[in-house]
């Protein structure tokens, strides 16, 4: 019930286009769904995050679509670009002083010119 | 921008050997974090710490790791017996109180254990 599955597990796509990476969960406790991309060697930075109470959340060119009834969220990157390649992790926690993030098994985005 | 850093960045042990694994979270921050990521998978929690003590732990976070807050701005992960499972990336992170829960992760210390 601790889990977040995501797919797909690697995606290809070309300049200018659209990447969907899928997450769903099982713990309805869950209150916090944030999105880390992570480059080779580097930590996880925050991209964008979601709380339950949205059904959507855009920042620039990424957007988080919520559906609450089916436990399922997906990141959206519209106009996809070379420099977007990275592996993007989803992620929820649930509130409180504990707030410990439980990810996802990652997607391996590539982005081609 | 404020950094969580980690020292060092790589790290290589003999199995059996201690080692103490250093971050210095954002001095605002009250939430502390050590997650690792073995390679190629997913990142994973281990253990988080608040107000000096640990909050929550994960399976993984067995007798041979401990943290420590020594002073008002290191925080430690000291791994006890290294273990050739034991290499991963280990990443540090904090946040600060309040509704947004945003975490900042430092860039991790690569540990190999031989």
């Known amino acids: 019930q601790q889990q977040v599955k995501q797919s797909p597990q690697s995606l290809i796509v070309q300049k200018g286009g659209i990447s969907i990476i899928n997450c769903a969960y099982e713990?309805?406790?869950?209150?916090?769904f944030p999105w880390y991309q992570q480059f080779p060697g580097k930590g996880p930075a925050l991209l964008i995050a979601?709380?339950?109470?949205?059904s959507e959340k855009k920042e620039g060119r990424f957007t988080i679509s919520f559906n609450k009834s089916a436990k399922q969220f997906s990141l959206h990157i519209m106009d996809s670009q070379p420099g977007d390649s990275a592996t993007y992790f989803c992620a929820a926690s649930k509130g409180g002083s504990q707030g410990n993030l439980i990810f996802g098994k990652g997607t391996k985005l590539s982005v081609k010119p | 921008e404020p950094e969580v850093t980690q020292t060092p960045s790589h790290q290589v042990t003999q199995m059996g050997q201690e080692v103490i694994l250093r971050c210095v979270p954002i001095?605002?921050?009250?939430?502390f974090y050590w997650y690792r990521q073995i390679l190629g998978q997913k990142v994973e929690f281990l253990v988080s710490f608040y107000n000096n003590e640990i909050s929550e732990k994960s399976e993984i976070f067995d007798d041979q790791f401990s943290v420590e807050r020594p002073d008002g701005s290191n925080f430690t992960l000291k791994i006890r017996s290294t273990k050739l499972e034991d290499s991963a990336m280990y990443f540090c992170?904090?946040?600060?109180?309040?509704?947004?829960?945003?975490?900042?992760f430092g860039s991790g210390t690569r540990l190999t254990v031989v």
């Open positions: 713990n309805t406790a869950f209150d916090y």
């Open positions: 001095s605002n921050h009250l939430y």
């Open positions: 992170a904090s946040r600060r109180d309040g509704i947004n829960y945003g975490y900042t």
């Open positions: 979601i709380r339950p109470d949205v």
